[in-house]
Nanobody
Framework: QLVESGGGLVQAGGSLRLSCVVS????????LGWFRQAPGKEREYVAS????????LYGDSVKGRFTISRDNAKNTAYLQMNTLKPEDTAVYYC?????????????????WGQGTQVTVSS
């Protein structure tokens, strides 16, 4: 089970930190990902991290602004979002997949959270 939190309304240039608490399975051999989906658009890859060795990968649109991390002791993954832009407005989802294969397509992930809304005003 994946449960996101931390979304909200923020002005452009501001910051938010999203959290994803994981439970129900052993995630040592998993990659945790963040995706986002704006109205009328496809689900977009944001970032992901391997639970075991902290290998982080980012989508081009967020490189240098977002940072993904995880705290194994708290079973929680985080997405620190800085310098937010109105185009970052979307529902953000946490997802999990076993390590290996494609990491940037939503179809590769087999567990999803319910999503948390992020709105960036101009």
């Amino acid at each position: 089970q994946l449960v996101e939190s931390g979304g909200g309304l923020v002005q452009a240039g501001g910051s938010l930190r999203l959290s994803c608490v994981v439970s129900g399975r052993t995630f040592n051999y998993y990659r945790l990902g963040w995706f986002r989906q704006a109205p009328g658009k496809e689900r977009e890859y944001v970032a992901s991290i391997t639970w075991s060795d902290n290998n982080a990968l980012y989508g081009d649109s967020v490189k240098g602004r977002f940072t993904i991390s995880r705290d194994n002791a708290k079973n929680t993954a985080y997405l620190q979002m800085n310098t937010l832009k109105p185009e970052d407005t979307a529902v953000y989802y946490c997802a999990a997949k076993r390590i290996g294969g494609t990491y940037y397509t939503a179809a590769s992930y087999d567990a999803w959270g319910q999503g948390t809304q992020v709105t960036v005003s101009s």
